[in-house]
């Protein structure tokens, strides 16, 4: 009972962490003038609590939970979090091709992974470099657009519209929506910036108690690693996510939450896991990963993709992504979550 206690104040401390982050982000981004997309890609997308979490694990000797987080982040990122925007707040969205194009793509690095068996300190480097390049071309794209995406002058623009007027009119640059952006909107944006960053270490501390929690839970329950990892651990851990993508666009500002959606699903398939077995050590990548959780995340990362192409988000892309998310969770516990009985 008491690991089930220090799990639940780590996710505690995640989600009131969450709620202070977009609050910080985007008025660091009003005031600095730069895209909110590519802030969402650094302090959101990069997960740094799952990343901790993930590397927490695999130190532990507990790889095959830290390869599930992995795999589950990705999966409930589309499967719970867009799922939710989608249900919540039906939306117009326009995201530019070239990122759905990434987006779509990104799964093949695991299939690649899943062929060779193993990740080392090798692929490990490689998957963290295909990251940097990953920010390195949203930067650049972002600065070079005639009106990037993301940027503060838009979402603001937007949530005049949103109040039934327009972005000029409106003399209250301090609000999203109905989001303010932070009640400490006199600071300038450096200082908001660092803000944001106070905001992450507190979802790495919320990370770090989780991972106390997540040994006796698997003790008490003698569930298998990857299967924690993948559903119970990863679902706890996306309600960060879901503040960061469902309550933006409940607002008003839906494309922050797209932005961080995308951001998360990179991350995760690459930087995220070259991290964990640096730090840790190699994982092998074993066949119920393969035959299962791999298909299902490519599965839904190809219908999310699809939904976000249309440029409107609707329930029913929602509903089925949700349908698909639970039945994955069936499976994995019915099918992979078997454990043997213990005879002595």
């Not at 985007?26 to 997308?45: K, N």
């Not at 589950?72 to 990122?99: E, F, K, W």
């Not at 929602?318 to 043997?340: Q, R």
């Amino acid at each position: 009972m008491m690991s089930i206690l220090i799990f639940a104040a780590g996710a505690a401390l995640l989600i009131y962490s969450a709620e202070k982050l977009i609050t910080y982000l985007v008025g660091a981004a009003r005031g600095l003038a730069i895209s909110v997309f590519l802030l969402a890609v650094i302090f959101t997308g990069i997960e740094f609590d799952d990343l901790v979490f993930g590397v927490a694990l695999n130190l532990e000797g507990m790889e095959d939970v830290a390869l599930g987080v992995v795999f589950g982040t990705v999966i409930s990122m589309v499967g719970v979090v867009l799922a939710l925007a989608a249900v919540i707040v039906p939306c117009r969205i326009n995201v530019p091709r070239d990122y759905l194009v990434i987006f779509a793509l990104s799964p093949l690095v695991l299939v690649g992974l899943a062929f060779v068996g193993e990740v080392g300190v090798g692929l490990s480097i490689l998957l963290i470099a295909l990251f940097v390049a990953f920010v390195a071309y949203v930067a650049v794209r972002e600065r070079t657009r005639a009106a990037p995406m993301f940027r503060d002058a838009e979402v603001m623009e937007g949530a005049g519209n949103a109040r039934g007027g327009t972005g000029t009119q409106s003399d209250d640059l301090s609000h999203t929506g109905d989001i303010p952006i932070t009640s400490k909107r006199h600071l300038p944006g450096w200082a908001l910036l660092g803000l944001a960053f106070l905001s992450l270490v507190g979802l790495v501390i919320g990370a770090w108690v989780m991972a106390e929690g997540t040994e006796g839970i698997l003790e008490d329950f003698g569930i298998v690693g990857t299967v924690f990892g993948a559903t119970i651990a990863t679902l706890v851990l996306t309600l960060e996510d879901i503040f960061l993508t469902v309550e933006p666009a409940r607002r008003g500002a839906p494309l922050i939450g797209i932005g961080n959606v995308i951001g998360s699903v990179v991350f995760s398939v690459t930087a995220k896991l070259g991290i964990i077995v640096l730090a840790g050590g190699s994982i092998e990548v074993t066949e119920d990963v393969f035959v299962w959780h791999l298909p299902a995340l490519v599965a839904l990362i190809g219908f999310s993709t699809y939904a976000l192409w249309t440029g409107q988000l609707r329930r029913w892309h929602g509903i089925v992504l949700l349908a698909a998310y639970v039945l994955y969770w069936i499976v994995s516990f019915v099918v992979f979550g078997v454990v043997p009985a213990d005879d002595d």
